[in-house]
């Protein structure tokens, strides 16, 4: 019984220890962003920007926003309904809240709240998974073969660059054309799944069905995509005319989407800190007034904060009143 006590305690100091090192290094970060925006910009003058806001652009980003959102859970959705018969107008609140829990945690864990929302319309835990993680996958190919390299030639007038998303579409495309040997998908599950990753099996497995056997959901899933894309360049360049920034529309559309490449590097808690400073940087480089663009970023982050905070909290009273009503329900009988 020591033994097992000493273990368990070993295993547990040391998720203890990479959690800290993790948390460390995420304040550390934004520490120095924060520190790198104070030194560099006015921040008083950008409160005074975002004070003055446009309170009718406001409302348009706010509505666009929305429909992100919206879009975010279509977007699962296409790939979901392949799998299960999961409705569409469950799917959605389902993606508001892990949305939400995701802008105050690292996103795995808003992703796994998603696939773990899932569940309760009875869909397994490793197909929710496969979902959310192909879903990121596309998403991830939209950023890196459309805008990064549009963005890229835009700064840099050069296209040496270019041979990121020539070698991302090179490995995507052989992992996929792979999928569908029959001898290579063998190969893989005798020899690298069963051998060294037993637990995954299910998941892995319902990633390459659904991968291989339903070409209409991804082809659904990419086109909506690609709308949601668009519609990220319309939030952010609302949020600068709100403050007085007029920005060309495509370049805006391409600086969104690149910077969420940035969001995606597991550095800080929702990209806080990154996605302002990155978006400083691209946009001074396009020409725009830096401090103006950090106060358009700041009213982004404020409204994607404070709504993810009501939508959170929205879903707590709804569960405590859910258990209050199953009590009151369960003492009548």
Same mark, same amino acid.
């Given at each position: 019984?020591?033994?097992?006590?000493?273990?368990?305690?070993?295993?547990?100091?040391?998720?203890?220890?990479?959690?800290?090192?993790?948390?460390?290094?995420?304040?550390?970060?934004?520490?120095?962003?924060?520190?790198?925006? @104070? !030194?560099?910009? =006015?921040?008083?003058? /950008? +409160?005074? *920007?975002?004070?003055?806001?446009? $309170? #009718?652009?406001i409302?348009?980003?706010?509505?666009?926003?929305l429909?992100?959102?919206?879009?975010?859970?279509?977007?699962i959705?296409?790939?979901?309904?392949?799998?299960?018969?999961?409705?569409?107008?469950?799917?959605?609140?389902?993606?508001?809240?892990?949305?939400?829990?995701?802008?105050?945690?690292? @996103? !795995?864990?808003? =992703?796994?709240?998603? /696939? +773990?929302? *899932?569940?309760?319309?009875?869909? $397994? #835990?490793?197909?929710g998974?496969?979902?959310?993680?192909?879903?990121?996958?596309?998403?991830?190919?939209?950023?890196?073969?459309?805008?990064?390299?549009?963005?890229?030639?835009?700064?840099?007038?050069?296209?040496?660059?270019?041979?990121?998303?020539?070698?991302?579409?090179?490995a995507?495309?052989?992992?996929?054309?792979?999928?569908?040997?029959?001898? /290579?998908?063998?190969?893989?599950?005798t020899?690298?799944?069963?051998?060294y990753?037993?637990?995954?099996y299910?998941?892995?497995?319902?990633?390459?069905?659904l991968?291989?056997?339903?070409?209409?959901?991804?082809?659904?899933?990419?086109?909506?995509?690609?709308?949601?894309?668009?519609?990220a360049?319309?939030?952010?360049?609302?949020?600068?005319?709100?403050?007085?920034?007029?920005?060309?529309?495509?370049?805006?559309?391409?600086v969104?989407?690149?910077?969420?490449?940035?969001?995606?590097?597991?550095?800080?808690?929702?990209?806080?800190?990154?996605?302002?400073?990155?978006?400083?940087?691209?946009?001074?480089a396009?020409?725009?007034?830096?401090?103006?663009?950090?106060?358009?970023?700041?009213?982004?982050?404020?409204?994607?904060?404070?709504?993810?905070?009501?939508?959170?909290?929205?879903?707590?009273?709804?569960?405590?009143?859910?258990?209050?009503?199953a009590?009151?329900?369960?003492?009548?009988?």
């Amino acid at each position: 019984m020591s033994q097992v006590f000493a273990s368990f305690q070993a295993r547990a100091l040391s998720l203890w220890r990479r959690r800290s090192v993790n948390l460390t290094a995420r304040v550390s970060v934004l520490l120095a962003i924060v520190w790198w925006l @104070a !030194a560099r910009l =006015d921040v008083a003058q /950008a +409160a005074r *920007l975002l004070a003055a806001a446009n $309170p #009718l652009y406001i409302l348009g980003m706010m509505a666009a926003a929305l429909f992100f959102g919206c879009l975010g859970g279509l977007k699962i959705w296409t790939l979901l309904r392949a799998l299960s018969r999961v409705s569409l107008w469950r799917t959605i609140p389902y993606f508001f809240v892990a949305s939400s829990i995701g802008t105050f945690t690292p @996103a !795995a864990l808003g =992703d796994f709240s998603l /696939a +773990a929302f *899932l569940q309760r319309e009875q869909t $397994p #835990l490793h197909s929710g998974l496969a979902v959310v993680l192909i879903d990121r996958f596309i998403t991830l190919s939209l950023y890196i073969l459309l805008f990064l390299p549009l963005t890229l030639t835009l700064y840099l007038n050069h296209i040496a660059w270019l041979w990121i998303p020539v070698l991302y579409f090179c490995a995507g495309a052989t992992a996929l054309l792979l999928n569908l040997s029959a001898r /290579a998908r063998a190969a893989v599950r005798t020899r690298l799944v069963t051998r060294y990753m037993p637990r995954a099996y299910d998941f892995l497995q319902t990633c390459s069905r659904l991968m291989r056997a339903h070409p209409l959901a991804l082809l659904a899933n990419v086109s909506v995509g690609i709308m949601r894309c668009v519609v990220a360049g319309l939030v952010v360049w609302l949020a600068l005319s709100a403050v007085g920034v007029k920005a060309p529309f495509v370049g805006v559309v391409n600086v969104a989407n690149a910077l969420s490449v940035i969001n995606l590097v597991p550095i800080s808690f929702g990209g806080l800190g990154v996605y302002e400073g990155g978006g400083v940087v691209l946009f001074e480089a396009l020409g725009l007034n830096a401090l103006a663009v950090l106060a358009a970023l700041l009213l982004q982050r404020a409204y994607v904060v404070v709504s993810s905070g009501a939508i959170l909290g929205g879903y707590m009273l709804f569960v405590a009143w859910r258990r209050r009503a199953a009590l009151r329900q369960a003492r009548a009988i």
